[in-house]
T-cell receptor, first 114, second 109 residues
Framework: NAGVTQTPKFQVLKTGQSMTLQCAQDMNHEYMSWYRQDPGMGLRLIHYSVGAGITDQGEVPNGYNVSRSTTEDFPLRLLSAAPSQTSVYFC?????????????FGPGTRLTVT | SQQGEEDPQALSIQEGENATMNCSYKTSINNLQWYRQNSGRGLVHLIL?????REKHSGRLRVTLDTSKKSSSLLITASRAADTASYFCGAGTASKLTFGTGTRLQVTL
């Protein structure tokens, strides 16, 4: 299994540009999530999905859209990039449910918006 | 808002010493998890402790949970240089896990 994969690894955007961060998992996990990590801020949840066709907002959803058409893929879209979106983005999928689960993280995408 | 908050923010010890880091959380939980992050990488799951457990061991890791104080601690015994990383506690549900700001552990030779 490749686990959770993310592309690209690095990206530089100009303010106002749009792009999609790709995330895929091959473990057949129902739950997937997107986080952003800023220095000294820990990880903050952007959006999450509990299954194909179902998404919901996390702590910091503004400026981001998601969709989940398949179990495997969970892309994150930036519609009009802003410098405040400069961050490292992590995608995760969750194994298990109820009272026993763990998240598997991708390697991250480092995004700079100028 | 973030569910877990780790303490201290940074910790520097010598190889062979024990490292203890703490986590406080805000609301009732079903379980609490600890993750490690090496520089530039994603988080890696270390250990999960359920709300009805008080202590759990895994190799050199020992986790305690005090639900009355809404706090947990992670002890790494006989630390190694390879343990240098940031450590995060996570709390929430399977679909919505939130993390604190982490403890940066530096283990020197």
């Amino acid at each position: 299994n490749a686990g959770v994969t993310q592309t690209p690894k690095f990206q530089v955007l100009k303010t106002g540009q749009s792009m999609t961060l790709q995330c895929a998992q091959d473990m057949n996990h129902e739950y997937m999530s997107w986080y952003r990590q800023d220095p000294g801020m820990g990880l903050r949840l952007i959006h999450y999905s509990v299954g194909a066709g179902i998404t919901d907002q996390g702590e910091v959803p503004n400026g981001y859209n998601v969709s989940r058409s398949t179990t495997e893929d969970f892309p994150l879209r930036l519609l009009s990039a802003a410098p405040s979106q400069t961050s490292v983005y992590f995608c995760a999928s969750t194994m298990g449910e109820g009272n026993a689960y763990e998240q598997y993280f991708g390697p991250g995408t480092r995004l700079t918006v100028t | 808002s973030q569910q877990g908050e780790e303490d201290p923010q940074a910790l520097s010890i010598q190889e062979g010493e024990n490292a203890t880091m703490n986590c406080s959380y805000k609301t009732s939980i079903n379980n609490l998890q600890w993750y490690r992050q090496n520089s530039g990488r994603g988080l890696v799951h270390l250990i999960l402790i359920r709300s009805n457990e008080r202590e759990k061991h895994s190799g050199r890791l020992r986790v305690t949970l005090d639900t009355s104080k809404k706090s947990s601690s992670l002890l790494i015994t006989a630390s190694r240089a390879a343990d240098t990383a940031s450590y995060f506690c996570g709390a929430g549900t399977a679909s919505k896990l939130t993390f604190g700001t982490g403890t940066r552990l530096q283990v020197t030779l």
